[in-house]
């Protein structure tokens, strides 16, 4: 903003401010680039546990009781992968049980199937429950 390549649409609201000894700056809820600014490659998301757990909406993959961390379908120990389509939320209680068996030799099955998150806009991950409700008017058709 100071550079003039972003403008502020909406301030944060509790008026909180960025403060410096030559000026005062609003804190922005939602900016506008004022020249679009095109990405070449689209990276591929980076698989994490927070990552995991939002594309889940914290749910287990096994009970859709709260899960709170991740479990892989294909244990790591029988050779499968890190990866979005191995990786799942899970309860405690669950991945407990599960342990390094697969699921056909517990008779489990998955909810649904695991996927890579859709990305959306600037290829960021965005989920309704994460959007500051300022966003709201530019997200609702991604959200």
């Known amino acids: 903003m100071l ?3 972003a403008e502020c649409l909406v301030e944060r609201t509790g008026g909180e401010k960025v403060r410096s000894p030559s000026f005062v700056l609003a804190v922005p809820a939602v900016l506008r680039l004022c020249r679009f600014v095109r990405v070449p490659y689209a990276p591929a998301a980076s698989i994490t546990r927070a990552g995991v757990l939002r594309r889940d909406r914290k ?16 244990p790591r120990s029988r050779g499968g992968s890190h990866s979005w389509e191995n990786c799942v939320a ?17 008779g489990w099955s998955l909810a649904f199937t695991p996927s890579s998150p859709r990305r959306v806009g600037s290829g960021r991950l ?3 429950e994460d959007a500051d409700p300022a966003w709201h008017p530019w997200l609702s058709d991604a959200a």
């Open 3 to 5: 550079a003039g390549k």
């Open 59 to 74: 749910r287990c993959a096994y009970c859709r009781g709260a899960g709170d961390t991740i479990d892989h379908v294909v």
């Open 90 to 106: 899970c309860c405690a209680r669950c991945n407990a049980r599960k342990a390094d068996r697969l699921l056909n030799e517990i």
């Open 126 to 128: 965005w989920l309704s």
